[in-house]
């Protein structure tokens, strides 16, 4: 496996075979089955062989985001249909599965134990479901503290006039 | 439920201890102060006296009751009025949440510790009961990557609690108000709430005995667990963590003992019952500009009188161990913390003279301001026993006064000072005596020779660095009575060492006063120098001092050789090691990793994790212009070239994102995408072992 990953470097002029590979590993796939299939996915892309082109970059990045999405729609629905878990909440733990079990990458039906169980792991939401309830603002006390709380910032502002006062009207209140 | 009018018999024996002893000084100070007849200066000087005097005792007589249980316990009191919880370590419990707001914290030492604390839960069997919160209030974009990157590291470790993850997009009300949002989403799910701040950390043992004294006890309505503080290596934490270990105690078991059921809450390390705090202890908006109008800064007094007034038990465990959290590693953070906490007091003081507000939360507030305004109280005392003082001598010397007046003059500029020294010196005697009356106790302080040693530095230290706290707090009163507001940013939690230019410029007046007090009293008699000498050098030299006290390499000189240990550090606790390892884990598996915000739109994993976690109604914050020449830039320039707002701006964008991630892949060099999705923190899930390194890494 190691020979193949240094046949897809040595040999390797289109960078897009590079960043597929690239990406896959960082989905979670070890450097050699991502190699694999990048170089599966590359030939499936329309384009030139040789050929640096941005587009077969895209082209080849755009075809294995909208599969690997699809594959994680598909694991975090139950069969029918109703959600288990957030896809995006899925991808974290099945990064760890891949470099385990890399065979189980894309593969639907017959979901291994590691799969399951990172679904599971994805199962608990960021947030749990609310329960809203109300929390008041409460009053400190009734009319005479408020008297007295504007007594005390009539101080302070007392304070902050003469400070003004003494700095010429300089500085702002 | 019990009426809220509780007989404060604690509070009435300490208020009346300390006054019988204020009264017994000030009768002394007032024989010196007129023994010459009336004088103008004499009645501030009398007033300022009994205050700071009355202050002085209280402390004095909360520490002298802890020590005096002390003698006849081995254990710290659990407030009495409280019915101990029943001994059935099966019993299920019902659903807790713990909750840990966040602010621009370093997400790595958090989650580490949220981690630990999951751990140990687990260990205690408890795991099913609890719920962990990190509700994030974190403005800060690459900060909030790294807490989302921490959080789904943790979440996939082995089995535990759950673990959520909540970030508001605006942080309306601050902490107060950040837990208010999960009270009013989430609260009515659990019957009990702990509080933790971002450096907290609590055993899972001590948890679940909280909950189980909450259940034993249905008229409680906050539990707090004082915190030992821990984790520090400089100088001057070790010994704020020395002074907190040995002094503590006393004043822990003390302020338990006259407190009761009239206790107080201090914001973190506490289990609240959800219920009436959500039905008592919403906060309201004060009237007027800040700092005394606006959101109430120091929530915790506030909400610990709310809860009492309405006829809630607020109590204090100085039994329960298993409770910790860190200190500030300088003076300077030091200061700065206490010039937010000072800003919050004050605020307290229209608020305990309001209606309503039970008796002994208006003691508790009074004391919480007082501590701050006895500084600037101190300050004019000394000045204008300095002024009488330097002015007789002038005038024994130009008249030909009788040396029997100099004895005098420097008797009432020396009584207090000596008998306010008196008190805090007996103090640090209960302290220490108490160590040594649990033998195995001071063993644990690294031996009774050692102890000794650390007390005599620890007061050298204290005596040098109370002016300089003076000085501080002063200004920060002025501040505060002029209106002139302070930001609330987070404290500082790592030991980050202060820069010569840093300390220079927050203690050069300090020096300049130091040196100006010191030409006056040039004026006066020889010895009201030698008196104020060593507030005079606290002064004068508080730039060395505040270097000497920030450095991490003497903290840890004077721990080798035995010094302001603590028990903590002589027999380490399970649950320091589990943190120390986790947070090690956690910043091991960072320490290559490029910016966050370049991992975030690299990563394919990350981005799909940021953008699951994104509110769905997350707005649109950008016009097309704007988020099309933030993406060139970004994509162009990397995250430098644009500014943490605008990161921010587009963190909160889905299809800038998408967009940005499709672009980065096609156009950055190859090395740094490898960089940045090997950045990843690995994580065990579900007890897999750890996947071995891939080659692009």
């Known amino acids: 496996m190691e020979s193949l990953v240094r046949e897809v470097d040595s040999s390797c002029k289109n960078d897009a075979i590079a960043r597929t590979t690239a990406y896959l590993c960082g989905l979670g796939l070890p450097a050699d089955h991502a190699a694999e299939q990048a170089i599966a996915l590359f030939e499936q892309c329309d384009s030139p062989d040789d050929a640096l082109g941005v587009d077969t970059v895209v082209a080849a990045l755009t075809r294995v985001t909208s599969e690997y999405d699809a594959w994680l729609t598909y694991l975090s629905r139950n069969g029918d249909g109703t959600a288990v878990c957030r896809p995006g909440l899925l991808a974290w733990p099945l990064g760890a599965v891949l470099a385990r079990d890399p065979d189980s990458f894309l593969r639907r039906g017959h979901d291994s134990e590691l799969v399951r169980l990172a679904i599971q792991a994805a199962a608990q939401p960021a947030v749990p479901e609310e329960m809203p309830a109300p929390m008041p603002a409460q009053s400190l006390g009734g009319s005479l503290a408020v008297f007295r709380r504007n007594l005390w910032h009539s101080l302070a502002e007392w304070f902050v006039g003469v400070q003004v006062w003494l700095s010429g009207g300089r500085q702002e209140r | ?697």
């Open chain 2, 1 to 697: 439920m019990a009426k809220w009018r509780r007989k404060a018999t604690g509070l009435a024996v300490l208020v009346g201890l300390a006054g019988v002893t204020t009264a017994a000084a000030t009768a002394v100070f007032i024989h010196l102060l007129f023994a010459d007849g009336w004088n103008l200066i004499g009645f501030p000087l009398l007033i300022l006296f009994a205050i700071l005097y009355f202050w002085i005792s209280i402390g004095f007589w909360t520490a002298t009751f802890g020590f005096a249980w002390s003698l006849m316990h081995r254990e710290s009191p659990s407030a009495s009025g409280v019915k101990p919880a029943q001994a059935d370590a099966d019993a299920p419990l019902p659903p807790t949440a713990i909750v840990m707001p966040i602010y621009n914290e370093d997400p790595r030492r958090a989650l580490a510790n949220l981690q630990t604390i999951r751990s140990s839960i687990q260990a205690a069997g408890f795991a099913a009961a609890f719920d962990i919160f990190v509700l994030s209030d974190t403005r800060d974009p690459d900060i909030w990557a790294e807490e989302e990157c921490a959080w789904a590291r943790i979440r996939t470790e082995a089995e535990g609690c759950r673990l959520f993850y909540r970030r508001r997009s605006q942080n309306l009300g601050r902490k107060s108000g950040n837990i208010q949002d999960f009270c009013e989403r989430w609260g009515a799910r659990y019957r009990y709430m702990v509080v933790l701040d971002a450096d907290s950390l609590m055993t899972g043992e001590t948890l679940v005995e909280m909950v189980r004294r909450m259940e034993n006890d249905l008229e409680v309505g906050i539990l707090q667990v004082p915190p030992v503080l821990v984790n520090r290596d400089s100088f001057f934490a070790r010994l704020l963590q020395f002074s907190s270990a040995l002094y503590g105690n006393v004043f822990r078991s003390g302020f338990t003992l006259w407190a009761r059921t009239e206790g107080n809450y201090w914001g973190h390390n506490a289990i609240l019952r959800v219920e009436p705090f959500m039905k008592h202890c919403g906060l309201p908006h004060l009237p007027g500009p800040p700092p005394w109008g606006g959101e109430i800064l120091s929530h915790d007094f506030v909400e610990a009188a709310m809860m009492l007034s309405a006829g809630w038990k607020v109590v204090v465990a100085a039994d329960l161990g298993g409770s910790y959290e860190e200190c500030p590693a300088n003076l300077i953070d030091f200061a700065k913390r206490d010039e937010r906490w000072s800003m919050g007091n004050l605020q307290h003081v229209p608020l305990a003279v309001g209606a309503g507000i039970h008796p002994v939360s208006r003691f508790h507030m009074g004391l919480g301001a007082l501590s701050y305004l006895a500084s600037p109280l101190w300050a004019l005392f000394l000045l204008l026993s300095l002024v009488q003082g330097i002015g007789w001598h002038i005038a024994r010397q130009s008249a030909g006064w009788s040396t029997g007046h100099e004895r005098i003059s420097t008797a009432v500029a020396l009584t207090p000072l000596v008998g306010a020294l008196g008190l805090l010196l007996l103090v640090k005697v209960w302290g220490v005596l108490a160590a040594f009356w649990q033998r195995s106790m001071a063993t644990r302080f690294g031996g009774p020779a050692r102890l000794i040693l650390s007390v005599l530095l620890e007061t050298l230290v204290s005596c040098l660095v109370a002016p300089i706290l003076m000085a501080f707090h002063t200004t920060f009163v002025i501040n505060t009575l002029l209106g002139r507001k302070v930001e609330w940013e987070p404290q500082p939690r790592g030991e980050k060492v202060p820069t010569f230019s840093e300390t220079f410029r927050v203690h050069a007046a300090h020096t300049i006063v130091g040196l100006a007090a010191a030409l006056l009293l040039t004026w006066g008699p020889p010895r009201l120098f030698l008196w104020m000498l060593p507030i005079l050098l606290g002064l004068i030299f508080s730039v060395p001092l505040s270097m000497l006290l920030s450095s991490v390499q003497l903290g840890r000189r004077l721990r080798g050789a035995g010094l302001l240990l603590i028990p903590e550090e002589t027999t380490c606790p399970r649950i320091l090691h589990s943190q120390r390892h986790c947070l090690a884990e956690l910043r091991n598996d960072v320490a290559a990793a490029p910016h966050p915000f370049a991992r975030l739109v690299a990563d394919p994993l990350f981005l799909r994790l940021h953008l699951a976690l994104l509110p769905d109604s997350a707005p649109q914050t950008m016009l097309p212009p704007a988020r099309e020449r933030l993406q060139r830039i970004a994509l162009s320039g990397g995250p430098a070239h644009i500014t943490r707002s605008e990161r921010l701006l587009l963190m909160q964008d889905r299809d800038a994102l998408r967009w940005l991630h499709q672009e980065v892949w096609r156009d950055w060099p190859l090395e740094l995408l490898r960089k940045a999705t090997a950045a990843r923190l690995r994580g065990d899930i579900l007890g897999i072992e750890r996947p071995e390194k891939e080659a692009a890494t």
